[in-house]
Nanobody
Framework: VQLQASGGGLVQHGSSLRLSCTAS?????????IGWFRQTPGKEREGVSC????????YYADSVKGRFTISRDNAKNTVYLQMNDRKPEDAAVYYC????????????????????WGQGTKVTVSS
């Protein structure tokens, strides 16, 4: 499983940005929970938002609730993270990931439960 996060860049405080997570090969994101995580230097990787399969349940970290939205486009085999009203503390490297098979049904958004990571995409917020 190879995932790729893209869409990062430098944007102004309060602006919007959409990140994309795509998969290579035959892996279909629609059949997997997918999580978005972020990390800044010296800090642990944080679960930002996760979307699950059986019930379309979504998880958001408190710090992004009401501002970020996770969604799927199954036709494009892509999971998005729409980031609105961005704040300086949102600056980080963002990663998308798929969980270990045993964690797939647990509704977890903990990074330790995710096995397949893409390269990150850097998001920088200017004040």
């Amino acid at each position: 499983v190879q995932l790729q996060a893209s869409g990062g860049g430098l944007v102004q405080h309060g602006s919007s940005l959409r990140l994309s997570c795509t998969a290579s090969g035959s892996f279909r994101l629609e059949y997997s929970a997918i999580g978005w995580f972020r990390q800044t230097p010296g800090k642990e990787r944080e679960g930002v938002s996760c979307i699950y399969t059986s019930d379309s349940l979504e998880y958001y970290a408190d710090s992004v609730k009401g501002r970020f939205t996770i969604s799927r486009d199954n036709a494009k085999n892509t999971v998005y993270l729409q980031m609105n009203d961005r704040k300086p503390e949102d600056a980080a490297v963002y990663y998308c990931a798929a969980p270990y098979p045993w964690a797939s049904g647990t509704h977890s958004c903990a990074s330790d439960d995710y096995a397949y990571w893409g390269q990150g995409t850097k998001v920088t917020v200017s004040s």
